[in-house]
């Protein structure tokens, strides 16, 4: 079973930066794709990035390209998600997840990650 567990989250003023970082155990990293939710007070959950097995394919959401880079390091078995630039309504709890579909295709889509960390607190304030 894998475990995901966040971390780097915190209270940042607009314009400033965080990085986050997800550190998976129990597997290899390399057996799945990854990707960042993020969910905010009364919203649902949405998609941020995500990212291919080796780092070939990389996809952002629009409302954060630009801005945040994910990326990841196989042999440290983390992924990270470097936000720049934060604005007040980046405010979430955002969570890692990681998708073992045996492919490189990287998705948005919430029901391809079969396993979640407990996710981590971003403020923003203006």
């Known amino acids: 079973q894998v475990q995901l567990v966040e971390s780097g989250g915190g209270l940042v003023q607009a314009g400033g930066s965080l990085r986050l970082s997800c550190a998976v155990s129990g597997r290899t990293l390399r057996s799945y794709n990854m990707g960042w939710f993020r969910q905010g007070p009364g919203k649902e959950r949405e998609f941020v990035a995500a990212i291919s097995r080796y780092g070939v394919n990389i996809l952002h959401a629009d409302s954060v390209k630009g801005r945040y880079t994910i990326s990841r390091d196989n042999a440290k078995n983390t992924v990270y998600l470097q936000m720049n630039s934060l604005k007040p309504e980046d405010t979430a709890v955002y969570y890692c997840?990681?998708?073992?579909?045996?492919?490189?295709?990287?998705?948005?889509?919430?029901?391809?990650?079969?396993?979640w960390g407990q996710g981590t607190q971003v403020t923003v304030s203006s």
């Open positions: 997840a990681a998708d073992p579909a045996p492919s490189n295709i990287v998705v948005a889509t919430i029901s391809r990650y079969n396993y």
